[in-house]
């Protein structure tokens, strides 16, 4: 999931980066080319200022196809809406040339097709297709209108391969970028997560090493004395060797535990120490667990290690998720109170005596 | 100890798929003072059980050659069974997976020893009974249909799963060894009330119910509007406390 986001977030920028080439390209055709042709052609028209007025309207329908292609790619009604706005102007502004200068003074032509590139490129090929075919026919058919002959034929050739090719081609071009983007951001993800599956795999690995090297050094000899018969189960220091074994087993089983943070582990590794000295140590845990900063862990850990030295031969740790932080309790037979570490950091600390056994609880409130 | 004395030891069945557990149960209830147990088969699998139950309560082992059985449970209460779930799976999920399905208590394999028989006992006459595993899947249990603990069952729950004696947990909540007991007994009789229903929740909630443990008003109906039908008018929306007037009883449950 976060290794698929800045591929995706990549991959959107340079779509947006083509986006505004392409609007800058019909913006600026629209202003330097078309608006340059009608002013120049300006005593030749029949009305001046309906062109002008045609002129204005594809003028907006660039603003409102930007507009929607900033926001993604547009749906189909928007976008023909805008394509077909710009068409109708187009052709009425050709309609509207005196009939035997139409090719030479048309300005709208050329806009009314990169409009449609503009609100079509992202959408199926075969629509910008259809709506560049759609406007040389309308533009054909007030050729017809007006009459034609053999050289506005011609002309009207050479401008359709001049004009709708470069539309076709910028439209290819930008989709070819697409495509290319997308890969670049798909090849990134996948060393991303490559070199994160990599490093999971290190660390299992060495953790792996650690637990193995653990067991070899302790419980191993202990099996191979029980099986050859020079250690006897009935002796109680035996039994106390495989009660610490069976809780590091027991250990080593639970952390594969979804508990989040660094405290249960700390915990562990305190743990650890005593049963090197023989007490069997059993870490349990309900719910999921708050994280606890820094300074809390170190109280709640510090009162562990006091604890758990004290403790003769068992000690129960667990972690409960309460209403607003997390109980960590001991349950020793420590013989008498154990002088624990001062409460600090967030945390409070309790205990009470029973027989020889001590209960006591460090509780963190994150409020 | 709370256990009423029978004059006739439980019988009770173990299905488990490994001999030396099967052994070492057997040990365990052969070395009970009172020999308050008498073990009368042992089968390695489902498939071997008759229609009806072969014992008093069937110790059963949630992980037969490599499956989980908790899916069975449904089955085995429907047909009468009173099932101890005795498992090296104490994964909160499996836990209230096999409380869910009908099993009377659960005991993890760590627990066995000091647990077991006492778990068997109080299954026998459908009293509950809360292992510390048993304690910690209800702490941890945040599905939306759980029941509400009150503040005091909460801490009786948690002083326990966190190693306590009930006596030292008394002496810490300033309560008697016998309220503590009483706090645990009905957070799982509340347990034994929601979920899916099944003959031996009804037992256990009824038991409750008969011992004072728990009061008919204090059950909140089942959660879910399907099952608050018409035709019981006093249960009304999720969550709502009956009326006391007219106590509402589970399905199967009638007052003795």
Known sequence: MTALQPAAIMSGRYQRAYTLAVIFLVAGWHLAGAGGQLLRNRPDYTSFAFQCAMWLIMALAIAAGSALVLRGTPGWFPAWSVALIALGASTAAAAATPASQMLAFNWSWGSAGWIGVLVLLRRRFTELASFLAAEALAILGVQVWDGLNRTDLAGFLALLAWSTGAQMAVAAGVRALDVAAGQAAAATRREHAARERAATADVIRADRHARWLALQESAGPLVAELAAGTADPGDPQVRIRSAVQAARLRRLLAEGDEVPGSLIHELHASADVAERRGVAVEIETAGLLPQVPGPARRVITDAAIAILTAARSQARITLATVAAGIAVSFVADTGAAVPLPAAGAGVTIEQQQDGGTLWAEARWNNR | ?256
């Open chain 2, 1 to 256: 100890m709370e256990q009423p004395v029978r004059k006739q030891p439980v019988t009770v069945a173990i299905i488990e798929d490994h001999p030396v557990v099967t052994e070492g149960v057997a040990s365990w209830i052969r070395s009970d003072p009172g020999q308050r147990v008498r073990l009368v088969q042992t089968a390695h699998d489902l498939a071997q059980l008759g229609a009806s139950p072969p014992a008093d309560v069937v110790i059963l082992d949630l992980e037969l050659s490599g499956e989980l059985v908790t899916t069975q449970i449904p089955g085995l209460v429907t047909a009468g069974y009173r099932v101890v779930a005795f498992s090296g799976h104490s994964e909160p999920a499996i836990v209230m997976e096999t409380l869910d399905n009908g099993a009377h208590a659960y005991v993890s394999k760590e627990e066995g020893r000091d647990h077991l028989v006492e778990a068997v006992l109080a299954a026998a006459t459908d009293r509950p009974y809360v292992t510390r595993s048993q304690a910690r899947a209800m702490l941890a249990d945040q599905r939306p249909a759980r029941p509400a603990l009150s503040d005091q069952e909460r801490q009786a729950l948690l002083l326990w799963f966190q190693g306590m004696s009930k006596a030292s947990v008394g002496r810490r909540m300033s309560i008697s060894e016998n309220t503590v007991r009483q706090y645990i007994s009905r957070a799982r009789a509340k347990y034994a009330a929601t979920g899916r229903t099944a003959p031996s929740k009804d037992a256990l909630l009824a038991r409750a119910i008969e011992d004072g443990v728990i009061k008919p008003r204090e059950i909140t109906p089942y959660n879910s509007f399907a099952r608050a039908a018409p035709g019981r008018p006093s249960s009304g929306a999720p969550g709502q406390v009956s009326d006391p007037g007219h106590p509402s009883f589970p399905p199967g449950v009638a007052p003795r």
